[in-house]
Each structure stands twice: as structure tokens, then as C-alpha cells.
């Protein structure tokens, strides 16, 4: 059971160039989100599912796309990284009912340079 | 925007000591959480007080929540080396049906316990 699986690991961009982050859970979970997390800002939504098909804006959208073509997967895209998306991602998900309770991956790396 | 604030921002205390982190919030809640995260890992959930709640404890772990105050403290007891950690709350808030309920995270407290 690996719970929420992120790849890859660590990633490094060159401006203008695009990739695809991709989450993978096996706990039949309903929701799944896209966090960033830089220094000194916590971790800010950047969009989330509430189900298979559906995608929905969080905080910092703007430079990302999202989809959930399966349940178990939610696929984040850069499709022209900019230096502004050096962070570190991380994908959670939390099983649609209950106290939103959020099981995090591991995180992926990504520098843009 | 309803991120919550932690205080301090870092904190460094001897092994046995109790740490105590603040958090502090702008508007009215459903549930507020802990996670802890160990360098270069995920989050991990830690523990959950509801907003009719005022105290929780789980092992070494004790939450308040001061909902008058928006704020909540996270206590660990006799803490260990193996505390050291950054810990972050998450206020969950919105209509208490799914789709509606937001989840945002503070700016954390990066806690070192010296052993």
C-alpha cells in the first residue's frame, strides 16, 4: 500500500520548457490537490479535484493546468516554466468525507532555471 | 486569505523540554489541524480539534483552541531529538459539505530539540 506517490522526484526546467508532475494514490480517495511550498510561505493551493473528471482553482493557479482523467491519478502541468516555479510540489488527498484530513506525498523538486 | 500565522517561527529547546507553537487565524472555522513535516518530506497529520472543541490531547501531543481568539496552541510534552521538525496548522472553513470546505495551511514553526 504506497499511499500517495509522486513523480518524479526532483526535476530541473530550462524557461520556456513544459512537464507534467503526476500524482498517483491507491486509496480510493475522492480528493486530490496540488500544493506549492516555498520559504517563508507555507504550502498554497494550486488546484484540486473533488472527483474523476473534475478540476477546480485553488490560490495560485495561473501557469498550471490540472486534470483527472482517472481517479486515481491527478497529472500537473507547467506548460512554459518560468524561474517563478522553482518550488517544491506536493500532492494530497483526503477521502471525500469526514474532517478533510490530507494525506501528503513525498513532494517533487522542480528548478527552473 | 485565511492562512493561518504560526509563532515563532523557530524554536530551539533542550530534550525533555515542552515546546509550545502558536497559531493564529482571520475567520471562522470548521476544524483546525497539526501536521508535522521532517525535512524533505510530506506533511503528516497530527491531530484534529473541531471548532466546538477546546482541548485535545493524542500521546504527547495537547491542542486548545480559543475560538474567540481565532487562535490554537499545539503543546508537545518531554519532547525527543526525533521531535525536530517543522509543524503547521491548517484551518479547514467553508460550507460543512464536500466541495465547499477549504483547507489552508500557516507558514509553519520549525522546532529543533537538542539532544
Known amino acids: 500500500n504506497a499511499g500517495v506517490t509522486q513523480t518524479p522526484k526532483f526535476r530541473v526546467l530550462k524557461t520556456g520548457q513544459s512537464m507534467t508532475l503526476l500524482c498517483a494514490q491507491d486509496?480510493?480517495?475522492?480528493?486530490m490537490y496540488w500544493y506549492r511550498q516555498d520559504p517563508g510561505m507555507g504550502l498554497r493551493l494550486i488546484h484540486y479535484?473533488?472527483?474523476?473528471?473534475?478540476?477546480a482553482k485553488g490560490e495560485v493557479p495561473d501557469g498550471y493546468n490540472v486534470s483527472r482523467l482517472k481517479k486515481q491519478n491527478f497529472l500537473l502541468g507547467l506548460e512554459s516554466a518560468a524561474p517563478s516555479q522553482t518550488s517544491v510540489y506536493f500532492c494530497?488527498?483526503?477521502?471525500?468525507?469526514?474532517?478533510?484530513?490530507?494525506?501528503f506525498g513525498a513532494g517533487s523538486r522542480l528548478t527552473v532555471l | 486569505s485565511q492562512q493561518g500565522e504560526e509563532d515563532p517561527q523557530a524554536l530551539s529547546i533542550q530534550e525533555g523540554e515542552n515546546a509550545t507553537m502558536n497559531c493564529s487565524y482571520k475567520?471562522?472555522?470548521?476544524?483546525l489541524q497539526w501536521y508535522r513535516q521532517n525535512s524533505g518530506r510530506g506533511l503528516v497529520h497530527l491531530i484534529l480539534?473541531?471548532?466546538?472543541?477546546r482541548e485535545k490531547h493524542s500521546g504527547r501531543l495537547r491542542v486548545t483552541l480559543d475560538t474567540s481568539k481565532k487562535s490554537s496552541s499545539l503543546l508537545i510534552t518531554a519532547s525527543r531529538a526525533a521531535d525536530t521538525a517543522s509543524y503547521f496548522c491548517?484551518?479547514?472553513?467553508?460550507?460543512?459539505?464536500?466541495?465547499?470546505?477549504?483547507?489552508?495551511f500557516g507558514t509553519g514553526t520549525k522546532l529543533q530539540v537538542i539532544p
Open positions: 494530497a488527498t483526503n477521502p471525500g468525507s469526514g474532517a478533510n484530513v490530507l494525506t
Open positions: 491548517a484551518t479547514v472553513f467553508g460550507r460543512a459539505n464536500w466541495g465547499y470546505q477549504k483547507v489552508t
Open positions: 480539534i473541531r471548532s466546538n472543541e
Open positions: 479535484s473533488v472527483g474523476e473528471g473534475t478540476t
Open positions: 486509496m480510493n480517495h475522492e480528493y
Open positions: 475567520t471562522s472555522i470548521n476544524n
